[in-house]
């Protein structure tokens, strides 16, 4: 089992900036790839970006550009950077874990981010 905690949501102006992290925990040895995704009030819940073990990282359309992810293996942490934030990215922002076979095993409780106008 993998335990995920994420943290650094908050309230911020359109323009402005966060940083998410997600600690994970438990048998960390399984996890090949981890990754942020997001879900607005009334919408699915999308990808927002992905980072394997090795550094590969993926990235949504819409967040290219704004959103740097990146992990600390010795700390198992993983990060996300956001700048230049648009009301758009108002969501609750999920951590997920899992191999690359099944990437999403494990999730976070999740974050909320909120961008005002």
């Known amino acids: 089992q993998v335990q995920l905690v994420e943290s650094g949501g908050g309230l911020v102006q359109a323009g402005g900036s966060l940083r998410l992290y997600c600690a994970a925990s438990?048998?960390?040895?399984?996890?090949?790839?981890m990754g942020w995704y997001r879900q607005a009030p009334g919408k699915q819940r999308e990808l927002v970006a992905t980072i394997t073990s090795g550094g590969s990282t993926n990235y949504a359309d819409s967040v290219k550009g704004r959103f740097t992810i990146s992990r600390d293996n010795a700390k198992n942490t993983m990060y996300l950077q956001m700048n230049s934030l648009k009301p758009e990215d108002t969501a609750v922002y999920y951590c997920?874990?899992?191999?690359?076979?099944?990437?999403?095993?494990?999730w976070g409780q999740g974050t909320q981010v909120t961008v005002s106008s």
């Open positions: 438990g048998s960390i040895f399984s996890i090949g790839v």
């Open positions: 997920a874990a899992g191999t690359l076979a099944y990437p999403r095993a494990y």
